[in-house]
């Protein structure tokens, strides 16, 4: 006898081994893999880039709106009964200004420098703003609800949710950055 006793398994439509085959498979296996951590890494470029365009656009609308909100506030006094609140604190357009325009500013900075923590804390001050505003809208309404709701007196009842908005979208970024603070450090 001659040979092996059991021949190697072969691949009906070639011939070849099966171990070959099986080699041929986790070679094209791997490659795909490759090519999927390849589009999974320039995903994750691209969601990167995209949500640092989005804090420079929060930062660059925070330091355009804040000299305009002082303006306004200065030159006509904030009219309306939806500024009730606002009118009970002397210069507070001033002063939310302030706010506004700091948040801004440190916020360009940290996204620029990618300084994580100033990106943050230009997001709360940002966030604080957006927060005052969604609360001095509410509380105007409020105070005209429990005045008896005068049409004539009526406050914008929208501008609560208008201003809502923003700031849960910057605290969603602040979450974010946490988030990548935590994964950096293996802090959970």
């Given at each position: 006898?001659?040979?092996?006793l059991?021949e190697?398994?072969?691949?009906?439509?070639?011939?070849?081994?099966?171990?070959?085959?099986?080699?041929?498979?986790l070679?094209l296996?791997?490659?795909?893999?490759?090519?999927g951590?390849?589009?999974a890494?320039?995903?994750?470029?691209?969601s990167e880039?995209?949500?640092?365009t989005?804090?420079?656009?929060?930062?660059?609308?925070?330091?355009?709106?804040a000299?305009?909100?002082?303006?306004y506030g200065?030159?006509?006094?904030?009219?309306?009964p939806?500024?009730?609140?606002v009118?009970?604190?002397?210069?507070?357009?001033?002063?939310?200004a302030?706010?506004?325009?700091?948040?801004?500013?440190?916020?360009?900075?940290?996204?620029?420098?990618?300084?994580?923590?100033?990106?943050?804390?230009g997001?709360?001050?940002?966030?604080?703003?957006?927060?005052?505003?969604?609360?001095t809208?509410?509380?105007?309404?409020?105070?005209?609800?429990?005045?008896?709701?005068?049409?004539?007196?009526m406050?914008?009842i929208?501008?609560?949710?208008v201003?809502?908005?923003?700031?849960?979208?910057m605290?969603?970024?602040?979450?974010?950055?946490?988030?990548?603070?935590?994964?950096?450090?293996?802090?959970?």
């Amino acid at each position: 006898m001659t040979g092996p006793l059991i021949e190697p398994l072969q691949s009906p439509a070639d011939h070849r081994p099966v171990e070959d085959l099986v080699y041929d498979r986790l070679a094209l296996t791997l490659l795909a893999a490759r090519h999927g951590l390849q589009d999974a890494a320039a995903a994750v470029r691209q969601s990167e880039a995209n949500r640092m365009t989005l804090l420079y656009v929060h930062a660059i609308t925070a330091a355009v709106t804040a000299p305009l909100f002082a303006w306004y506030g200065a030159v006509t006094g904030l009219p309306g009964p939806s500024w009730t609140v606002v009118h009970k604190v002397p210069g507070s357009w001033i002063v939310m200004a302030a706010v506004l325009a700091v948040g801004g500013m440190v916020l360009g900075f940290g996204t620029t420098s990618r300084h994580r923590r100033s990106a943050m804390i230009g997001l709360s001050l940002i966030m604080v703003w957006y927060g005052t505003m969604t609360a001095t809208f509410l509380t105007a309404t409020g105070l005209w609800l429990a005045a008896g709701a005068d049409p004539a007196r009526m406050p914008a009842i929208y501008a609560a949710s208008v201003y809502i908005h923003p700031a849960i979208v910057m605290f969603i970024h602040l979450r974010t950055i946490v988030r990548m603070i935590r994964s950096l450090t293996g802090v959970t």
